[in-house]
């Protein structure tokens, strides 16, 4: 287990931004009532990074979507067509479909998303 020295490790991180975006930081601090820029930005910083993790990638962040992420239990062939399937539904049905489709894997969910 690291030591506590080491899980609180800070590395300053620096990069540029426009001279707008540094004022409109100084306001958002002022008005968060942080005391430091470093404070709200590390914030910014955690939730983002936490975004970027979810997404998977940079790409699929800035599409707004997710990697993938497929089960050991069927193949990848299959959950690749189920995902165009429903990727398909989400963008192209009637919203009746769309609520149809819902209910029934929030069913199926519900059925098999309980921990055995």
């Keep these: 287990m690291p030591s506590k020295t080491q899980r609180e490790l800070n590395v300053p991180v620096s990069f540029r931004i426009p001279l707008e975006q540094l004022h409109e930081i100084e306001d958002a601090v002022r008005k968060e009532a942080r005391r430091h820029r470093t404070d709200l930005l590390e914030f910014v ?12 990638s940079l790409q699929a962040l800035l599409a707004g979507t997710r990697t993938r992420r497929y089960s050991r239990r069927v193949s990848e062939e299959l959950q690749d067509q189920l995902y165009t399937a429903l990727e398909t539904i989400l963008e192209r049905a009637p919203s009746a479909v769309i609520e149809d489709v819902a209910r029934t894997l929030t069913v199926r969910a519900g059925k098999y998303g309980a921990e055995k």
């Design 45 to 56: 910083w955690n939730w983002a990074w936490g975004e970027y993790k979810r997404a998977g």
